[in-house]
């Protein structure tokens, strides 16, 4: 059918995604060898020193709940525990006041200790008073106390990721670029966050043990890493690049569709837009497939980007806009109820932009699909594998499909999910995140309260895909005394519930009426602060 099901594009989208509309809408590709199964690749030897390396944005880096906090289980960091690598697995750490730039999920929990599970009208300023209080002690701890500390690093991190970045980012910025934008921190009573918190977060990524180390770009310092090969034909056994989600993500965090212009390649101009256009993309990405053909790595996994109106930081209002479709008439945040929706005061994106978005997105992942078929295909041919990341989430998408049968496409299935999951009760789904006001959950599970960014365990569906990826790719894996472990490797998805505070027991102030959200995004304007990225 029609990639929209019925609807036109709004007219504010470039021609190509007008023209790329009228035709049906890309089928995911779920075998990760693209249809080119068999390469002869050169002779390998010996075990690369540096078994995962991944390159990306806040997905890769650890993001959850507004902000960069448990690394140590972002879903690089659980695969690396699943091939027994963790203890050499290197990734940089946030550990003061729940990370940068806010972690909703400990300001949550701190409101819902002091004043319960809701707020009567006699302490929402009390309450008012101790979020400010929090967010105040977490600027100064990051712009002026310990968290402001960058230590010396002479080795380079496996996990190279920054949230809020771009193509483009990836490609151009280093140490000494993001440390050349921190100036003189200024202590804000108003607006309570901190000053510079991509550029401090990225700090921690980039290796600073020299002066030609700060001049590196994520790729560069990979390639580093691929050079260290020892007794192998090379330095890194996985690459894994996860790029392109902020080249459309903004649309909705900011609910705004700016379309990229000429300028899209300058690091202080591109800000302004939202969501790329398919042209500008794929140019990008070719110089993204230049850097890692640079690079030294045995296997190499490229992931598609998500459709960005699934995550419920943005729900739809109302109904679909008719039987079939995929799409509802207005976009806006999950706190605003159907009837207290007006238009033309709450911020929103349309159903034709989403629709516009959407066929962007898709027009990115061909772009995607098609490099890893070029290097299967070449000569030499690359061991370069697909991670169709956007029909995964496609397949957990509550409202976009699964509860609406007359929306599902032909190739359409729901994602089974593993079984420690399935037992969940409620089982969890792409709704945002509920408590049931007893310290248990009513709803969600697999986006965390930033309504973005996954869950622990939703990480670990991540990780058990790309998996099953190396596996096809014959990367052994072991227990970590050296134990090669059969096959199917499964990731241990109990212990990612244990470790999952949101899944396990969610503060107990967010219930289904999501009023503490709404009154923290009208006086700490938390969804701007924590998702904004480039503030």
Known sequence: MPASGEIPVADSAPQEVKDRSKKEARTPQFDATVGVPAIKVPKRSGTPKHRLVAIGDSLTHGFQSGAVFNTDISYPAIIAYELGWLDKFRYP?????????????????????????????????????????????LEDYYERGDGSHVPVTTGYNHALAVYGWDLRDALEKTYDTCAARIGSPRDDLIH???????????????????????????????????????DAECGIETLIVFLGANNALKCVTQLRVGW??????????????????????????????DEIKK?????????????????????????KIQPGSRYFPHYTRPWIRDED????????ITGPEAFAVDVAI??????????????????????????????????????????????RPDWWTPYPLPPALKALQPVV??????????????????????????????????????????????????????????DPVNVDFDRLIRLDTLVQRPPENVTPTLDILSWADEKLDWAKRALTFLS
């Open 192 to 230: 309570q966050i901190v000053q510079n918190h991509n550029d401090r977060a990225a700090l921690s990524v980039y290796p600073n043990g020299s002066d030609d180390d700060r001049k590196l770009t994520l790729f560069q310092a990979a390639a580093k890493l691929g050079d260290e090969k020892e």
């Open 341 to 348: 929706f007006d238009p033309r005061q709450d911020k929103s």
């Open 295 to 319: 690079i030294n790595a045995r296997h190499v996994i490229l992931c598609t980007v998500p459709h960005v109106t699934i995550p419920p930081i943005s729900r739809g209002i109302g109904t």
């Open 429 to 486: 789904d792409s709704r945002y995140l509920a408590s049931d006001g007893r310290g248990g959950r009513a709803a969600g599970g697999l986006f965390s309260l930033d309504g973005v960014h996954p869950t622990t365990v939703a990480y670990g569906i991540l990780a058990q895909e790309t998996i099953n990826i190396l596996r096809i790719a014959g990367v052994p894996f072991t227990t970590p005394n050296g134990t090669p472990r059969p």
């Open 362 to 407: 898709d027009m990115f992942n061909q772009t995607i699909e098609d490099a890893v078929r070029a290097a299967r295909k070449g000569n030499p041919a690359r061991d370069w594998y697909l991670l169709d990341a956007a029909g995964l989430l496609d397949r957990m998408a509550s409202r976009r499909f699964i509860t609406d049968p007359n929306a």
């Open 93 to 137: 750490r946030y550990s003061g006041y729940g990370g940068l730039p806010l972690n909703m999920e400990l300001l949550l929990r701190e409101l819902a200790d002091r004043f319960g599970a809701e707020l009567n009208l006699f302490e929402v300023p009390l309450a008012l008073f101790a979020a400010r209080s929090w967010m105040g002690k």
């Open 260 to 289: 990229s212009g000429d300028d899209y390649r300058e690091l202080g101009k591109k800000e302004q837009y939202t969501v790329w256009q398919p042209t500008h993309f794929g140019a990008e990405f070719a110089e993204i497939v």
